[in-house]
């Protein structure tokens, strides 16, 4: 019994043992909350740092005989059989700043005693353009002409209205003044002031046109005549330019292209306060050393130019350009334009003619 009862109490120490046990609540563990601050991020554009670019571009394009010249009606008389090698260049010096230049060199293809131009003419005009803003700019040009006249002009173009795509994308005003000078520097001058109005914009079937009509009121130091017994110091006289272009591609590859190219209009349109006379002038003639006749100008009869004038052409080329390097493009040509040469007043302007022309050329930017 004594043994029993041992094992009795030993087996109730042991349950109690385990129910308690059984009672010890675990531990709870806590998660601690891990809280990112994010630090605002600043984005630093960085703009590239300004560097001068600017082309430089050379063209020879030789002209033929015009259409009827050679018989008693010599078709633009001083234009046949002539070349012209012209040098153009610009350089964005700035950012605000810009410089352009052009220079034609002409040269008399023809031979013989009957040549009807002069050998040799040049032909510069320089221009800088400085952008006060995207409305204004302002333009200083200089140009020497063929006859060794020169001029000079400042202008404000102010960029009136914008479209890019309509009908009329563009119109810039430019009012100016304008001074020039004859071939001595000291002889017969004019001053100007005027307005100029350039416009261009887009036609359907992938025309485009555009064009610049001249308002100037001109003071001249000289008389000019309006006739045989009439002069004048002064006049306001009103200059109309409108073009009209066409493309179509022929050929094209990656780094070769073929184009018909066509240019129409109004070359230009000219509306005098008053009609120009001209006096007459004798044949002269030019000889060398040795006495011997080189070249023979025309006796020139009295004539009058009438208030308004008018020029309209057209010009067709065939054009292959070839991109050699990514700066370097070349090009060649053929082509005709067809204009009334000489006889241009109004109420009478006829005898349209063509004159081909020929032309190679390379262009190179930096």
Known sequence: MKKLALLLGSLLVVGATASAKEAVVAPVEVSKEVVVVAEPVVEVVTEEAFRPTGYVGLEYKAYG???????KDTWNKNGNDRARLQTTF????????????????YSNLETG???SGKDYDTETRLRYFYKHSDVLTSRVQYRHEEDNSQNFEYMLRVNAYENKGGLLSKVVLGPKVYHSMAADNGGAYTNAVGLDIEYAGNLPLGFTW???LYLDQNFYNEDVKTSAT????????VTWELYVYRSFGLYASETNNVDFNMVAGLDPYKFRQYSRYSSAKKATETVDSDGKVVATTPAISASTTEKNTYEAQL??????THQFTPS???KAGLGAEYRNWDTVNESEAKDWRWQPFAFAGVNVTF
């Open 328 to 330: 370097v493009k070349l």
């Open 210 to 212: 555009d064009g610049t």
């Open 113 to 115: 005693a009957n040549k």
């Open 315 to 320: 010009v067709l080329d065939v054009t292959a």
């Open 230 to 237: 009439s002069t004048t110091k002064k006049s306001f006289d």
């Open 90 to 105: 610009g350089i964005q010096m700035t950012e605000n700043s810009r410089f352009e230049g052009r220079v034609r060199d």
């Open 65 to 71: 005989k015009t259409e009827g010249h050679g018989d």
